[in-house]
């Protein structure tokens, strides 16, 4: 290329300033860029020094001569700095400046090439700055353990949560090897490099499981690994993020175990109700229907007013014989066994709501049958709910619906009494809290909504396979 061409080519650059200076530093040349970032016209800075273009603190430090020397010293300089524009405004300048010979190895003077990198400047100071502040919150973290492995498994970051969970201060720790955190059987079956390599290959693995805390004590930990690339695609470490279910874990077993007992009790309640149920009716109301056959033979060959005294007798056992069918159906509902759930509640509620005056509605939208279990529980619940009706809350009517919603029976009492029910009834209320107890007991739930005024629901749902596997951790 010859001197002409490449002179305009460097003329027109707009994104670089390139100019020349003479051996002592004035201003020799100019193109389009250093107009356009020094703000200078050629005609207005050929010939002047270029300190100049340095904030005052720098020229009275002697800056520009130096850079100068420098450049004769080493035949090149680079430089990063606060320059000023012609209107006195800053701008963050990259700079080069070359030392330039002749033929004869004599300083012809400099060859400068400034860029305005301010934007860069800021752009990678709000990145630190953001990842100063995404490092503080990581380190002041306290729920959960937050730090780094290097590709091997050592530590390299800890934070306040993991100092917190796992007992170890950060100095402890960094540079050893996690399975440090891992109960001995673990480390000896493997389980922490198997960890790291379903990390790698899978991007991420979560366990639960037991781990060690500095002490030797165990806590139960929920842990997230999280393979970690840079940029060129090369594993770079791995991310840790470890939780302390413990409380959790202890809370889950109490219920579970408090589920599994109200579950045996009403279990055993329902086969005591069962055997009661059989008892009387095989046994009293048989004999009851003995002795009333007794009397009415015994009536039949008496002579009166012994025979109407007899007459008497019997009634009085028939009237017995109703009270202990009535009970006996209580205890076990017949319908129930023979023809389903939406008869036995139907029944019921005829019978009850009927006797207390109250107007009643049984709605069934049901499309599956529940369980013989679930089937219990819903009439259990009914009939708690609507002697709860009849004792508190001065009704006018009252209604169930019984539907098949999400693989379970729900079914939703309603009524328009005083709608004071919910809150805490106090010592010796039992009712509502075993509605509760016998819903949960059968994995469902059940809630009560109580309008002052309007009146009370009561919902429950119960799933149609009575046992939901739980996962034992
Ligand atoms: N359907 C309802 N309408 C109005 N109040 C109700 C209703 N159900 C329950 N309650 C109120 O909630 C309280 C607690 O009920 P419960 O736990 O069944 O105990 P108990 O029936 O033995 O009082 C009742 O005492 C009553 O004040
Ligand atoms: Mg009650």
New binding site residues.
Partial sequence: MDDDRFRLLVQGVLDYAIFMLDPEGHVMSWNAGAERIKGYAADEIIGRHFSVFYPAEDVAAGKPARELEIAVADGRLEDEGWRLRQDGSRFWANVVITALYDEQGELRGFGKVTRDVTERRAAEAALRESEERFRLLVQSVQDYAIFMLDTGGHIASWNTGAERIKGYAADEIIGRHFSVFYPAEDVAAGKPARELEIAVADGRLEDEGWRLRQDGSRFWANVVITALYDEHGRLHGFGKVTRDMTERRNAEQALRERRRLVGHLVEAQEVERRRIAWDVHDESIQSMVAVGMRLQLLAARLPDPHASAVSGLDESVSAAIARLRGLVSRLRPPELDRHGLVEAVSAYVDDVAGRWGLAHSVRDELTAEPSPEAAITVYRICQ??L???H?????TRIAVRLSTVDNGTLVRIT?D???????D?GE????????HERAEAAHGWLS?D?TPGE??V?EFWLPLLPDVPELEP
């Fill in positions: 708690e709910a002697s709860n009706v004792r508190h809350a001065q009704a009524d009494g005083a709608g004071t029910a919910g809150g009834a010796g209320h039992f009712g509502l809290a075993e509605m009560v109580s009146g009370t009561v």
